[in-house]
């Protein structure tokens, strides 16, 4: 890998090419491009993607978006899961929640998974993007790639196979797919299994006949489960079918699909008045061996294939993003050595990891989501970017915890949320328990001396300074500033 040095001197070295614009290559090029960072987005479809294939966003990718900016957006437009509504035939039965209920929690802003169609999610983002300066390049594919010490060398190509020319970029960014076309050219195996011999049909359909206040389920359907899930904010069904016949072969027509509601359902073939998007999949959980080769960096399903159940893929993708997209700007803006991308992969690895055995329990039933399908927990404790410089503290907040919100009061008598001071691309800096802030501050860093909070932040926090990450992340707790706390600083491109 290039010095810091080599990458500023390249041609196009400030540029991240990011491949792929789903929610995690649209998320990324939001970071990047608040960050003062060209993100260059390509994607080789025409349009965004135009399904509901992800439709819920758990409580930590809530968090990360508020961030991202969408935060209103959200609020407006996402909704809570209705409840499950079983069918025999055309009688119904008893209706039941989804998923239990959540204990709500202090310094949780979030504590229930929402709906929103994927489709929705890409064009709010994309939305965001523009806002900021950023952009699609829609009909631009990568052709190939090259790699050398100061950056990537890719060959772009439009849908008919013309090139059109190649872009130079510091780093690459591979969101494109659990199909990803960078991985496979880097010869990066995906090690897994398939969850599930069956396949299952999923589509965006327009229908009449049922209410949209419940998701139907016809769980004893002959051929196998069918479910018409209303998708909030919009016309739609997301319907979701499975097959008992592990070799079936489910078309994707709109006839198909009429005929298939017509047969496991009491609506008729007349009540599908549209079929906006279908698509085959076996439910199959895969992990990339590396999530990083030199100047290419995985992310999203291009690392890491998910069981729909759950809802941890397109969360997890996001989350991925956001972790990588403080540490390139870190780098490319403000001195860090690009070595501090390798704790990319140390973090979100493993993690990913764990997400995939949790999504492949809940797919198998054996166990339901829950607390552990939110997200709120994850944390990197075990981090190289985690320094814990106290004595270790019972019960309250460790380096590489995320860092719980709160209404506070600061030492100058202003009211302060801690989310809205964390909101951005900066770090924070947190005085608590009459801990002083030092004279001066790295640039980046917005300081913040507490003098009153809520009771479950004063508990969590406890007495001493909280250096946050971009992403929300304690990076670094200490008592007081001191010179070893001052020397990890450069490491983070804090100065």
Same mark, same amino acid.
């Given at each position: 890998?290039?010095?810091?040095?080599?990458?500023?001197?390249?041609?196009?070295?400030?540029?991240?090419?990011?491949?792929?614009?789903?929610?995690?290559?649209?998320?990324?090029?939001?970071?990047?491009?608040?960050?003062?960072?060209?993100?260059?987005?390509?994607?080789?479809?025409?349009?965004?993607?135009?399904?509901?294939?992800?439709?819920?966003?758990?409580?930590?990718?809530?968090?990360?978006?508020?961030?991202?900016?969408?935060?209103?957006?959200?609020?407006?437009?996402?909704?809570?899961?209705?409840?499950?509504?079983?069918?025999?035939?055309?009688?119904?039965?008893?209706?039941?929640?989804?998923?239990?209920?959540?204990? =709500? +929690? /202090? !310094?949780?802003?979030? #504590?229930? &998974? @929402?709906? *929103?169609?994927?489709? $929705?999610?890409?064009?709010?983002?994309?939305?965001?993007?523009?806002?900021?300066?950023?952009?699609?390049?829609?009909?631009?594919?990568?052709?190939?790639?090259?790699?050398?010490?100061?950056?990537?060398?890719?060959?772009?190509?439009?849908?008919?196979?013309?090139?059109?020319?190649?872009?130079?970029?510091?780093?690459?960014?591979?969101?494109?797919?659990?199909?990803?076309?960078?991985?496979?050219?880097?010869?990066?195996?995906?090690?897994?299994?398939?969850?599930?011999?069956?396949?299952?049909?999923?589509?965006?359909?327009?229908?009449?006949?049922?209410?949209?206040?419940?998701?139907?389920?016809?769980?004893?359907?002959?051929?196998?489960?069918?479910?018409?899930?209303?998708?909030?904010?919009?016309?739609?069904?997301?319907?979701?079918?499975?097959?008992?016949?592990?070799? =079936? +072969? /489910? !078309?994707?027509?709109? #006839?198909? &699909? @009429?005929? *298939?509601?017509?047969? $496991?359902?009491?609506?008729?073939?007349?009540?599908?008045?549209?079929?906006?998007?279908?698509?085959?999949?076996?439910?199959?959980?895969?992990?990339?061996?590396?999530?990083?080769?030199?100047?290419?960096?995985?992310?999203?399903?291009?690392?890491?294939?998910?069981?729909?159940?759950?809802?941890?893929?397109?969360?997890?993708?996001?989350?991925?993003?956001?972790?990588?997209?403080?540490?390139?700007?870190?780098?490319?803006?403000?001195?860090?050595?690009?070595?501090?991308?390798?704790?990319?992969?140390?973090?979100?690895?493993?993690?990913?990891?764990?997400?995939?055995?949790?999504?492949?329990?809940?797919?198998?039933?054996?166990?339901?989501?829950?607390?552990?399908?939110?997200?709120?927990?994850?944390?990197?404790?075990?981090?190289?970017?985690?320094?814990?410089?106290?004595? =270790?503290?019972? !019960?309250?907040?460790?380096?590489?915890? @995320?860092?719980?919100?709160?209404?506070?009061?600061?030492?100058?008598?202003?009211?302060?949320?801690?989310?809205?001071?964390?909101?951005?691309?900066?770090?924070?800096?947190?005085?608590?328990?009459?801990?002083?802030?030092?004279?001066?501050?790295?640039?980046?860093?917005?300081?913040?001396?507490?003098?009153?909070?809520?009771?479950?932040?004063?508990?969590?926090?406890?007495?001493?300074?909280?250096?946050?990450?971009?992403?929300?992340?304690?990076?670094?707790?200490?008592?007081?500033?001191?010179?070893?706390?001052?020397?990890?600083?450069?490491?983070?491109?804090?100065?």
């Amino acid at each position: 890998m290039g010095s810091l040095n080599s990458v500023k001197e390249a041609k196009g070295a400030s540029t991240v090419l990011v491949v792929g614009a789903g929610p995690v290559g649209l998320a990324l090029a939001c970071d990047l491009t608040r960050r003062g960072v060209r993100a260059r987005l390509i994607e080789k479809g025409g349009t965004l993607f135009p399904g509901s294939r992800g439709k819920g966003l758990q409580p930590r990718s809530l968090e990360v978006l508020d961030d991202l900016g969408l935060g209103e957006a959200l609020r407006r437009e996402s909704g809570p899961y209705p409840r499950m509504l079983p069918w025999e035939g055309d009688r119904p039965g008893k209706a039941f929640d989804f998923a239990g209920p959540s204990e =709500a +929690r /202090p !310094g949780e802003p979030y #504590g229930e &998974i @929402r709906m *929103l169609p994927q489709w $929705r999610t890409q064009e709010l983002l994309h939305e965001r993007l523009r806002e900021l300066g950023g952009e699609v390049e829609f009909g631009t594919r990568l052709a190939g790639l090259q790699q050398d010490g100061d950056g990537v060398t890719a060959h772009l190509a439009a849908p008919d196979g013309g090139s059109l020319g190649t872009a130079r970029a510091a780093f690459l960014v591979a969101a494109d797919g659990g199909r990803s076309t960078v991985r496979t050219s880097l010869g990066i195996a995906m090690t897994g299994e398939n969850i599930d011999p069956h396949p299952t049909l999923v589509a965006d359909v327009r229908l009449t006949g049922l209410d949209r206040g419940h998701w139907h389920v016809w769980p004893h359907a002959e051929g196998g489960a069918l479910a018409l899930c209303p998708l909030h904010g919009s016309e739609l069904f997301q319907l979701a079918a499975q097959f008992t016949d592990e070799l =079936a +072969r /489910p !078309g994707t027509s709109p #006839g198909d &699909i @009429r005929a *298939l509601v017509a047969e $496991r359902s009491h609506l008729s073939e007349d009540d599908v008045r549209e079929v906006r998007w279908a698509s085959v999949f076996r439910p199959r959980a895969a992990l990339a061996d590396r999530f990083r080769q030199d100047r290419v960096l995985l992310a999203g399903d291009a690392a890491h294939v998910h069981s729909p159940a759950g809802g941890q893929g397109l969360n997890t993708g996001i989350q991925d993003a956001f972790n990588l997209g403080w540490k390139l700007g870190q780098v490319l803006r403000h001195g860090a050595d690009d070595a501090l991308l390798d704790s990319y992969e140390e973090e979100r690895l493993p993690l990913a990891a764990d997400v995939l055995g949790l999504s492949t329990r809940i797919h198998r039933g054996r166990q339901k989501r829950g607390r552990e399908t939110h997200q709120l927990d994850i944390g990197y404790r075990d981090s190289s970017l985690a320094h814990e410089l106290r004595p =270790a503290p019972d !019960g309250e907040l460790r380096a590489g915890d @995320r860092a719980p919100d709160a209404e506070a009061v600061t030492a100058r008598g202003e009211r302060l949320r801690l989310f809205d001071a964390f909101r951005g691309p900066h770090w924070t800096l947190l005085a608590f328990g009459g801990a002083p802030l030092p004279d001066s501050v790295p640039a980046g860093v917005h300081p913040y001396e507490i003098r009153d909070a809520e009771e479950h932040a004063q508990k969590a926090y406890g007495t001493g300074l909280f250096l946050i990450r971009p992403d929300g992340y304690t990076g670094i707790a200490a008592d007081a500033w001191t010179d070893r706390l001052t020397g990890l600083l450069p490491g983070l491109g804090l100065r």
